[in-house]
């Protein structure tokens, strides 16, 4: 098993920065896929980013690339999510997922174990 944890959500404006952070627990996270989704109100579930095990190899939505970065600490067991110049339509749930194999993936379906989220809000 693996506990998720995420931290860093809030209520920022256009334009801001903030930081998510995820800190897994239990079986923690070596060799282990590691992704941000996303749910919007009255949305479906959207994929973020992901980054493999150890952390060479991420991938982004197309309408966070250049915005986001998603990077991880192994040490720390602690995955972070950057986001930058904040839009309104970013607003959301934002849960950290992690996934048995080393790659990363876009699909919601090869990830188990799922953290709570966190809540962003950006106001325009």
């Known amino acids: 098993q693996v506990q998720l944890l995420e931290s860093g959500g809030g209520l920022v404006q256009a334009g801001d920065s903030l930081t998510l952070s995820c800190a897994a627990s239990?079986?923690?996270?070596?060799?282990?896929?590691m992704g941000w989704f996303r749910q919007a109100p009255g949305a479906a579930r959207e994929f973020v980013a992901s980054?493999?095990?150890?952390?060479?190899?991420?991938i982004y939505t197309s309408s966070v690339k250049g915005r986001f970065t998603i990077s991880r600490d192994n040490i720390k067991n602690t995955l972070f999510l950057q986001m930058n110049d904040l839009k309104p339509e970013d607003t959301a749930v934002y849960y950290c997922?992690?996934?048995?194999?080393?790659?990363?993936?876009?699909?919601?379906?090869?990830?188990?174990?799922w953290g709570q989220g966190t809540r962003v809000t950006v106001s325009s």
């Open positions: 239990g079986r923690t996270s070596v060799n282990r896929g």
């Open positions: 997922a992690s996934r048995s194999g080393d790659v990363t993936s876009s699909l919601a379906e090869e990830y188990n174990f």
């Open positions: 980054i493999s095990w150890p952390g060479r190899k991420t």
